[in-house]
């Protein structure tokens, strides 16, 4: 059973960073992809960050949310099966609850129901 599960979230102050984790079980990725969704109250989920895995070491194709752009970087560690999402200069708007999604694919989905498999997520929030 596969299986998607985040950690990393917190409270941090504007300005501060954040790690965010995707820890996949129960599957090994070749070329899939794995998205970084965030959902604040009230509102949709919006789509952050996506990553189109590969099975060797180097840095699969990635793509972020313009209002995230120099701020938040993708990344994988194929080895440990995760997917990290680099959250910097934080601002009070990225706080939401974040959620990891696989698509068992290989290309990555727009669209939210075009993913397969999704985490519980994982809150992070700004406190001035």
């Known amino acids: 059973q596969v299986r998607l599960v985040e950690s990393g979230g917190g409270s941090v102050q504007p300005g501060g960073s954040l790690r965010l984790s995707c820890t996949v079980s129960?599957?090994?990725?070749?070329?899939?992809?794995v998205a970084w969704f965030r959902q604040a109250p009230g509102k949709g989920r919006e789509a952050v960050a996506r990553?189109?895995?590969?099975?060797?070491?180097?840095?699969?194709?990635?793509w972020t949310v313009d209002s995230v752009k120099g701020r938040f970087t993708i990344s994988q560690d194929n080895a440990k099966n995760k997917v990290y999402l680099q959250m910097n200069s934080l601002k009070p708007e990225d706080a939401a609850m974040y959620y990891c999604?696989?698509?068992?694919?290989?290309?990555?989905?727009?669209?939210?129901?075009?993913?397969?498999?999704w985490g519980q997520g994982t809150q992070v929030t700004i406190s001035s």
């Open positions: 129960g599957y090994t990725f070749g070329s899939d992809c």
């Open positions: 990553i189109l895995t590969n099975s060797g070491t180097s840095t699969g194709t990635t």
């Open positions: 999604a696989a698509a068992f694919k290989n290309w990555c989905p727009l669209h939210l129901s075009e993913y397969d498999v």
